[in-house]
């Protein structure tokens, strides 16, 4: 379901706003699965990509979820190296089961042109995709939702008590000024 949305948006906006990423040595993708597929599926031979040194980047993480961006949970932690170890080895991941987490956006918009990636026949992507029924496709995008969600709220939260810490500082930096 949301690939079909995301071949979509491809096609009506003519380009390729954002580059996948993925790993420079072994060319496993980390974050744009769906963009690689939606490309390969609609014939396009060229796929804008960032590739990025998963090995020497000890920045890089991966969790279960979004929210595992902020949190250091050892309980939702997937190693690097199990994500790369299944992609060499063709093995899926379960859909939406890892989340990448860069030093860096991953939102760098590209806005290339489909024109420039070498249409050719398109491709059988059927591999690639999960055996889910609808019902399970509409699960998963509610759970999507549901993280995107969760983060929301937890910046919410986040901004408030940095809001109120600021707050503190400010007033015992008044405090310090005017003894003097």
Known sequence: ??????????????????????????HVILDG???WLALKSLGYGLIPVILIDVIKNHKIRVGKRRINRYTNATDTEITLEQVISAGVNGHLMEPRSTRHFFPFSKFQKINYPLRLLNKNTAQDISKYLAKMTDTECNVAMEQWFEEISEELEFLSRRRE???REKEE?????KGVANRF
Do not use: C, Q, S, W
């Open 1 to 26: 379901m949301y690939l079909e949305l995301l071949r979509k948006e491809i096609l009506k906006d003519g380009l390729l706003k954002y580059p996948v990423i993925a790993d420079e040595k072994t």
């Open 33 to 35: 699965m769906h963009r």
């Open 161 to 163: 008590e940095v809001e």
């Open 169 to 173: 500082f400010l007033n015992r930096v």
